[in-house]
């Protein structure tokens, strides 16, 4: 692997344009099942759905065999076969508001290797600063880890466990149809999260994958439905992959600043960490 020629890509940008309409918001309500009402143009766009826009309209014919994008454009080429959403650090400057017309500049911040336990690994930062129509309301820099496959019969590495005092709880059944309907809204061809021939036999997991940035939403949701109090920053950091062969729980705990929130198997591994800070 040429390190040097991916790190290359360093300070490369791409402007997006979009405008926040109501129907995609409409539809992440349905698939959470929220009872909310229908959304109305000015209505504060909650934290992290922003991720229902900007979406990548990548051609059928320029798709890998994973369902992602073919590497190389703005992202690296990076030949390694596993690619993942490893976690994300955000600052909330302003709300967006639903009907708005938005912007988002991206830019990759860095690019770095090293080798792990399964061998090499890949790690590229991108910034994204998304701006509305008075001016740049979020700043997201968002970690995404590339790996090769396991060998024959190699175990994952155990996850920690999770923190035991909680004060909220919710459990999740995450299956096909939730899977499915997460990537449809956010136009996310991976085959890891519906592709279940793929994923186990090719790239050896044991079921379907739960997106990383469902998982962040649900516990966004989590703190908004146990608390609410407007954020200046969230961040999270994919530990240990969640999968569709069992449930899974959320749980936060207060802080003084803020909460801990977190994503754990019901064996108590942790699968998710993230903070949450009070504006």
Request: glycine share 10%.
């Amino acid at each position: 692997m040429d390190i040097a020629h991916l790190q290359t890509w360093i300070g490369a940008t791409e402007t997006l344009h979009d405008t926040a309409t109501p129907g995609p918001v409409q539809a992440l309500c349905a698939t959470l099942d929220r009872a909310d009402k229908l959304p109305r143009p000015g209505d504060v766009l909650p934290r992290l759905w922003h991720w229902l826009y900007f979406l990548p309209m990548t051609r059928a014919s320029e798709l890998g065999p994973d369902g992602h994008a073919r590497r190389g454009g703005f992202l690296p080429p990076v030949e390694l076969p596993r690619r993942m959403w490893a976690g994300g650090r955000y600052r909330f400057l302003q709300d967006l508001h639903v009907g708005e017309a938005i912007s988002r500049t991206s830019t990759i911040l860095d690019v770095s290797a090293k080798s792990g336990r399964s061998g090499a690994l890949v790690f590229v930062k991108v910034g994204h600063a998304i701006s509305g129509e008075h001016g740049l309301a979020i700043e997201e820099e968002h970690d995404i880890v590339y790996r090769g496959l396991p060998n024959p019969g190699e175990a994952p590495p155990a996850p920690p466990q999770a923190p035991e005092a909680f004060t909220w709880d919710r459990r999740v059944v995450a299956d096909d149809v939730l899977l499915f309907r997460y990537s449809a809204l956010t136009f996310n061809g991976h085959r890891i999260h519906y592709d279940r021939s793929y994923v186990t036999e090719v790239e050896g997991y044991p079921g379907l994958i739960v997106h990383g940035p469902l998982i962040a939403t649900l516990l966004m949701e989590l703190y908004r439905e146990q608390d609410g109090r407007p954020l200046k920053a969230f961040s999270f950091r994919a530990v240990s992959p969640t999968f569709d062969v069992a449930p899974f729980l959320l749980r936060g705990q207060p802080t003084e600043t803020g909460a801990r929130l977190w994503a754990q198997g019901e064996d108590g591994s942790l699968r998710m960490d993230a903070v949450a800070e009070w504006a």
